[in-house]
């Protein structure tokens, strides 16, 4: 097998657990603030503290990736992608010694501190990928860690009825260290870092303004951000949406769970085809043809009559959504200078945690006003636009750019 594909290989399966491991917990955390060991009883403060506790491994998330980006690029891709896979092994592990909620809050954010395998794995395959697979390669390992969100809560609600709360944060945290080592042993990367440490040192500012300054990488950024504040942003209102189509409490729980993951499903499968096909016909064109249908889809949704129509309209939104994340890879790592694609892939991953962060806040406000149709209605609007943007920085310039080469 090719070096590249099995670097592909044990990053797919790297992603998968990372991503299992960080939505394993989801289903049980206010339950495991009930647990005997933390002890709270106070319903009010536990969902609150289970609010903050999820929310805070995003924010230092968002703060550190450039960081973390910056010496990706200095000391190479795979150093980075073992310190944070070896780092969150222990993490997790402690998590599960934890007896108050000060100690998962603070776990949570150190996570999120020294997180960036998602990013570090993303910059080593489209380093070590050859270009004409490059659509291929970024959509499978985005479908690894859409597999992982996806059975995520599902497994960690079944461990959590098999064999208790703790005992989860320990298997999680032995299976990502087992994929650590694995990458340890298997994953290679062409690095020179004598030729690295050459080159002038460059703050994280100083890299975000000259990245900041290719129009190209500022429109994937927004996309990125887009498409997690639009996922995440219906998600802690979805259960009241079904209840209300669904209109009994009988098999409630089921459902909303089904049409929360639907999209993620059909994404899942959708992610390598389309990546494939913008291999063939190029990036540009399957991300914008993925923007307008996932736009269009927002639509129907907030009109739905049943939960069989909204499981329906989120199941083929899932296939256009998975056109957009492995595009947006291989035209980020197209469009970044050479020597930053660490930085470049750290910005875009702080870009998802901020659509983390503030997509369910936002939705909640906007509910407020407009009920959860309203939700699904303004991210429709907000993707459409999006789209424009990304015809007039990347589309159009590329065609422009092939008419003057052709003449």
């Given at each position: 097998m090719e070096q590249w594909?099995?670097?592909?290989?044990?990053?797919?399966?790297?992603?998968?657990?990372?991503?299992?491991?960080?939505?394993?917990?989801?289903?049980f955390m206010s339950l495991y603030l009930q647990s005997e060991r933390i002890g709270l009883t106070d319903q009010h403060e536990i969902a609150t503290w289970a609010g903050v506790i999820f929310a805070g491994n995003f924010v230092t998330a968002f703060l550190f990736q450039p960081l973390w980006?910056?010496?990706?690029?200095?000391?190479?891709?795979?150093?980075?992608?073992?310190?944070?896979?070896f780092g969150m092994a222990i993490v997790m592990i402690l998590m599960g010694f934890a007896t108050s909620p000060w100690h998962l809050l603070l776990l949570r954010m150190v996570n999120g501190t020294i997180s960036g395998f998602n990013p570090a794995a993303v910059s080593l395959i489209s380093i070590t990928t050859p270009k004409d697979r490059m659509g291929f390669a970024m959509g499978t390992l985005q479908s690894g860690g859409i597999a992982g969100t996806i059975l995520g809560p599902f497994m960690g609600g079944?461990?959590?009825?098999?064999?208790?709360?703790?005992?989860?944060?320990?298997?999680?945290?032995?299976?990502?260290?087992?994929?650590?080592?694995l990458a340890f042993i298997i994953v290679k990367e062409r690095f020179n870092r004598e030729e690295a440490a050459a080159k002038p040192a460059m703050s994280v500012v100083e890299g975000f303004r000259k990245l900041?300054?290719?129009?190209?990488?500022?429109?994937?950024?927004?996309?990125?951000?887009?498409?997690?504040?639009?996922?995440?942003?219906?998600?802690?209102?979805m259960p009241l949406y079904v209840q209300e189509l669904h209109g009994t409490t009988v098999n409630l729980a089921f459902w909303a769970g089904f049409v929360g993951s639907a999209a993620g499903l059909s994404n899942m499968f959708a992610?390598?085809?389309?990546?494939?096909?913008?291999?063939?016909?190029?990036?540009?064109?399957?991300?914008?043809?993925?923007?307008?249908?996932?736009?269009?889809l927002f639509i129907p949704q907030a009109f739905a009559g049943s939960?069989?129509?909204?499981?329906?309209?989120?199941?083929?939104?899932?296939?256009?959504?998975?056109g957009l994340i492995p595009s947006v890879n291989a035209l980020v790592r197209r469009f970044t200078p050479d020597g930053m694609e660490g930085r470049s892939f750290s910005l875009n991953s702080s870009m998802l945690a901020l659509g983390n962060m503030i997509g369910p806040i936002v939705g909640g406000l906007v509910s407020g006003w407009t009920g959860i149709r309203g939700v699904f209605l303004i991210s429709a609007g907000l993707f459409l636009l999006n789209a424009v943007w990304v015809r007039r920085t990347l589309i159009s310039k590329r065609g422009a750019r092939v008419g003057g080469e052709g003449s």
């Open positions: 594909k099995k670097n592909l290989a044990v990053l797919w399966f790297g992603q998968f657990l990372v991503m299992g491991g960080m939505t394993m917990i989801i289903p980006g910056k010496l990706s690029d200095r000391y190479g891709r795979k150093m980075m992608l073992l310190r944070s896979g079944l461990l959590a009825d098999a064999v208790g709360y703790r005992p989860i944060f320990y298997l999680t945290g032995s299976l990502l260290f087992a994929a650590s080592m900041s300054a290719v129009p190209q990488l500022m429109a994937l950024f927004c996309v990125t951000f887009l498409l997690q504040f639009a996922n995440i942003g219906p998600m802690p209102l992610s390598p085809l389309l990546g494939r096909l913008s291999d063939r016909i190029g990036q540009e064109r399957i991300l914008g043809l993925s923007l307008i249908g996932a736009a269009l939960v069989w129509q909204l499981l329906l309209f989120r199941l083929l939104q899932g296939c256009f959504m998975g």
